[in-house]
Nanobody, 119 residues
């Protein structure tokens, strides 16, 4: 049974930083590209960042380029999303996912973690 469990969400002030983690189990982690999506209230879900199996390729939404980084530790079956210079519009439920490439529709999804950026 594949499980993707996100952690690290919460309330942060504008301009602050937060790191999300996603721990994977039940799959050969190193064989899957990993992605982070987010969905804000009354908005469609959007791809935030993605990373290839070995970490050599990363992609980002234009809205987070230069502020967010994605990384992975295949030895720990974990993917991270480092979020800096957070803005209120970054408020959303962030969900990690596993799939065949950073650009393809994922096969597996986590449950999500809430990030709220507010003063």
């Amino acid at each position: 049974q594949v499980q993707l469990v996100e952690s690290g969400g919460g309330l942060v002030q504008p301009g602050g930083s937060q790191r999300l983690s996603c721990a994977a189990s039940g799959l050969t982690f190193s064989m899957y590209a990993m992605t982070w999506y987010r969905q804000a209230p009354r908005k469609e879900r959007e791809l935030v960042a993605g990373i290839s199996t070995a970490g050599g390729t990363t992609i980002f939404a234009d809205s987070v380029k230069g502020r967010f980084t994605i990384s992975r530790d295949n030895a720990k079956n974990t993917v991270y999303l480092q979020m800096n210079s957070l803005k209120p519009e970054d408020t959303a439920v962030y969900t990690c996912a596993a799939g065949p490439s950073p650009w393809a529709h994922p096969y597996y999804w986590g449950q999500g973690t809430q990030v709220a950026v507010s003063s």
